[in-house]
């Protein structure tokens, strides 16, 4: 079975520096998300991406936050300059077009800025 | 905007105990319900899912959930757990509005432990 695959599995960073999360969505799937998961609370979401744009994006989703698709296979979630408060399970998902289509979900990636 | 909420956040069980969690949700409009579950260190997976149609809905390894529209609730069942049903379990809704496409909202997640 297809799946979403992130990289890295944990990323370790110092507090104002940039990093970036890679994620390669199932490729024929054409919506794809970032949703995060602080430990002990719920999960997130932060934003959706349609067509090489923005859909829909959470009041979490600040401008220290982008996502880009910079090839026909990467689906990336930059953080610009990353606060304590940034730690976190990342995780990309990614689905079909038709309404009510499952999410599929990757392993996530472990952000911890120290 | 709408809500989810999971009151049960950690569920303790003795192997094939029966199983009910429950899920609220808070939206008038047309949603479709799912659940998802989180097995320690890896990745949300789909359980079972409801659009229309049959308010029962059946889903893999022995799961069920019943859509109740007049109370909102999208709670889910399995009538004896077993040990490897050990996880978190994340109720979610998708609204459909807007351009979010499938985007989820998800309940709070409750974890649930099965005693050998």
């Known amino acids: 079975e297809p799946e979403v695959t992130q990289t890295p599995s944990h990323q370790v960073t110092q507090m104002g520096q940039e990093v970036i999360l890679r994620c390669v969505p199932i490729s024929n799937h054409l919506y794809f998300y970032w949703y995060r998961q602080i430990l002990g609370q719920k999960v997130e979401f932060l934003v959706s991406f349609y067509n090489n744009e923005i859909s829909e994006k959470s009041e979490i989703f600040d401008d220290q936050f982008s996502v880009e698709r910079p090839d026909g296979s990467n689906f990336t979630l930059k953080i610009r300059s990353t606060k304590l408060e940034d730690s976190a399970m990342y995780f990309c998902a990614s689905s079909g077009a038709v309404l009510g289509s499952p999410l599929h979900f990757g392993n996530g990636t472990r952000l911890t800025v120290t | 905007a709408q809500s989810v909420s999971q009151h049960n956040h950690h569920v303790i069980l003795s192997e094939a105990a029966s199983l009910e969690l429950g899920c609220n949700y808070s939206y008038g409009g047309t949603v479709n319900l799912f659940w998802y579950v989180q097995y320690p260190g890896q990745h949300l997976q789909l359980l079972l899912k409801y659009f229309s149609g049959d308010p029962l809905v059946k889903g893999i390894k022995g799961f069920e959930a019943e859509f109740i529209k007049s109370k909102f609730s999208f709670n889910l069942r399995k009538p004896s757990v077993q040990w490897s049903d050990t996880a978190e379990y994340f109720c979610?809704?998708?609204?459909?509005?807007?351009?979010?496409?499938?985007?989820?909202?998800f309940g709070g997640g409750t974890r649930l432990m099965v005693k050998p």
């Open positions: 979610a809704v998708n609204a459909l509005y807007g351009n979010a496409g499938n985007m989820l909202t």
